[in-house]
């Protein structure tokens, strides 16, 4: 069966990787107003979606807005206690108490967002290897003509893309020997190019040994945080690990991560 997340959208892993994606594209609007936003993604999903009655998002975004807001969306005093690391995710995304029928921005939706708050120029370049995704992001973005969608992973093509802004690395699997060390390669390409990126990855349960070995070949050259919490239901993924280039980035997503596991109540 082939991947599909439509029942896993806003999950933990969607809100720790929305959240600092969000982050970054804040820090770079703050300091880079000279030129236009270029974005890029390897494998980007739709851009929005409607939340089921039931799915992930229940542990994921769902408890992240009953954490701010409570059930009823009365009490935001937790608001009070958010520093500005997670300021910009919250207002891109979570505007009180998410239930079904809740529209939820993916990845490109989220930077769109933010874009459009501050009337930047911007250029989109999209990838994905699902054709349903690939149409879907079509017709979102139809009355934009700088979004270019491509089908396919974006590893070649993202390479090509003159002075990036962000790029976000988003696999599906590691699980690959092969998936690995593409993706590593793809890092060491984008950090010759002083490209700041957001890669995210799964920790899945039984698949110990293939992000272990991603997290050695990582670890030591790059900013690596791995984010777990307890699985709900039949769940197999435990985690995931945020890569970053070290410096202010490393820090920016530190900074994140550790707001979401203090709301969230995930160990720090």
């Known amino acids: 069966m ?3 997340h439509l029942t896993r959208i806003g999950n933990e892993g969607d809100l720790v990787k929305h959240a600092v994606l969000a982050r970054f594209v804040s820090e770079i609007l703050s300091t880079d107003s000279d030129h236009g936003f270029v974005y890029a993604e390897t494998h980007t999903g739709r851009a929005e979606y409607r939340l ?9 975004i769902g408890k992240f807005s009953e954490k701010l807001f409570g059930t009823t969306g009365h009490d935001g005093s937790n608001l009070d206690q958010i520093q500005g690391s997670l300021s910009p995710y919250i207002q ?5 108490p998410v239930r079904p029928g809740y529209f939820y921005p993916g990845s490109s939706g989220i930077v769109l967002k933010m874009l459009e708050e501050v009337k930047r120029g911007f250029k989109f370049y999209l990838w994905d290897m699902d054709p349903a995704v690939c149409h879907s992001l079509l017709g979102f973005f139809e009355n934009w003509e700088e979004v270019s969608i491509c ?6 093509g993202v390479i090509r893309i003159e002075r990036p802004s962000l790029v976000l690395v988003d696999p599906i699997s590691i699980k690959e020997d092969k998936e690995r060390t593409q993706i590593v390669n793809f890092l ?4 010759a190019r002083n490209t700041p990126f957001v890669s995210w990855t799964a920790l899945v349960r039984d698949e110990e040994e293939s ?15 791995w984010v777990k919490w307890e699985p709900q239901g039949e769940s197999k993924t435990v985690g995931c690990q945020i890569t ?4 202010k980035w490393g820090s920016l997503a530190e900074n994140t991560i550790s707001e979401i596991k203090s709301v969230m109540g995930w160990k720090q």
């Open 244 to 247: 970053v280039p070290k410096e």
């Open 92 to 96: 891109t995304c979570i505007h009180g």
């Open 52 to 60: 089921p009655d039931k799915g992930r998002w229940e542990f994921g």
């Open 211 to 225: 992000y272990e070995e991603f997290k050695r070949v990582t670890d030591e050259i790059y900013f690596v945080d």
């Open 2 to 4: 082939e991947y599909t």
């Open 188 to 191: 060491q390409e984008l950090s």
């Open 151 to 156: 089908r396919g992973d974006g590893y070649e």
